[in-house]
Every structure is written in structure tokens, then in C-alpha cells.
């Protein structure tokens, strides 16, 4: 694994690294019961997105897709590349060019809530059958871009 990791950002109505994309959520799928989006829905908002990504060389080691609003519609490591902030870097990256970041987490993913809260998102509401399994979500949203700025430099030493 590289130590330095080169960042990429696929437009919107662009599909670069939508293959790679695939493959890395359905591995992460696979591995935890996570990102269980069929490929029609998943191709179409990846298209509809700005996408921020991390390779190493030609491996996706992540990446996030969001809305121009900032809602976030996937968000995926790759196992072997995570904890070492490039979940924190997307995010920031997202919040760059948008006015607010939200999205929506399984209430039984805690890895998820603990990782967003503790960038500051704030639990908005829970919704009720909120995915095609029948599990619950929350309503994530960043409530203070400001804490997002001083916990990246937190740990970045920006």
C-alpha cells in the first residue's frame, strides 16, 4: 500500500470509477451487510453525483458520492485503508463545495453513527422502514461546518 494516495473527483453525469465503486461496496456488502443498493439504483446515483475518491495507484482505497446539496448517497473504505482519515477527507471534501452535509445511516450500523457523530453530525430523526430490508435510519446532519473545520484540524494538524 502506497503511503501517499492520489484524490479524484468524477462530475456529475460522468461514470469514471463506477465499476470500481461497484466492486468496492459489494465487497464491503459482503463483509458486513452493508450497502445492500441493487446495481440500477446504485449506477444511476453515482451518475447523478459528484464523486470524491482515493486511489493507490489503480486501487479505489474510497470513495463518496453526494448531491450538490451535500447529501451524501454512499460513502465506502476499503477495509484495508481505513483508519487513516480518508472517511474525514471525503467528508471535508463534500462540505467544500456544498452549504450543508446529511445523509442517512442504519440505526444498527454503529461503526457509521460513531464515525459521522463524531465529526459532528447530530441524529435529525429516525425513520421507520427507511430501507427496502425493513431496517430503520437516522437522519444525519453536520451541525456545525465549523466543528467539521476544527476536527480535521484535530487530526490532520491542518
Known amino acids: 500500500m502506497s503511503v501517499t494516495l492520489e484524490r479524484r473527483v468524477v462530475p456529475p453525469g460522468e461514470d469514471d470509477y463506477l465499476q470500481a465503486a461497484w466492486e468496492l461496496k459489494e465487497a464491503i456488502r459482503e463483509e458486513e451487510g452493508l450497502l445492500k443498493q441493487r446495481w440500477g439504483f446504485f449506477a444511476d446515483a453515482y451518475r447523478k453525483a459528484t ?39 471525503l467528508i471535508a471534501a463534500i462540505a467544500e463545495d456544498a452549504t450543508g452535509v446529511s445523509c442517512h445511516a442504519r440505526v444498527s450500523n454503529r461503526n457509521a453513527l460513531e464515525f459521522y457523530e463524531h465529526l459532528g453530525f447530530e441524529r435529525v430523526r429516525r425513520i421507520q422502514d427507511y430501507y427496502e430490508d425493513g431496517v430503520d435510519a437516522y437522519y444525519l446532519r453536520l451541525g456545525d461546518s465549523d466543528r467539521l473545520l476544527e476536527r480535521l484540524t484535530e487530526l490532520f494538524g491542518r
Open 51 to 89: 464523486v470524491h475518491a482515493f486511489f493507490d495507484g489503480e486501487t479505489l482505497a474510497g470513495f463518496a458520492a453526494a448531491r450538490g446539496d451535500g447529501y451524501i448517497l454512499f460513502l465506502g473504505i476499503d477495509p484495508d485503508y481505513r483508519g487513516r482519515g480518508l472517511g474525514e477527507r
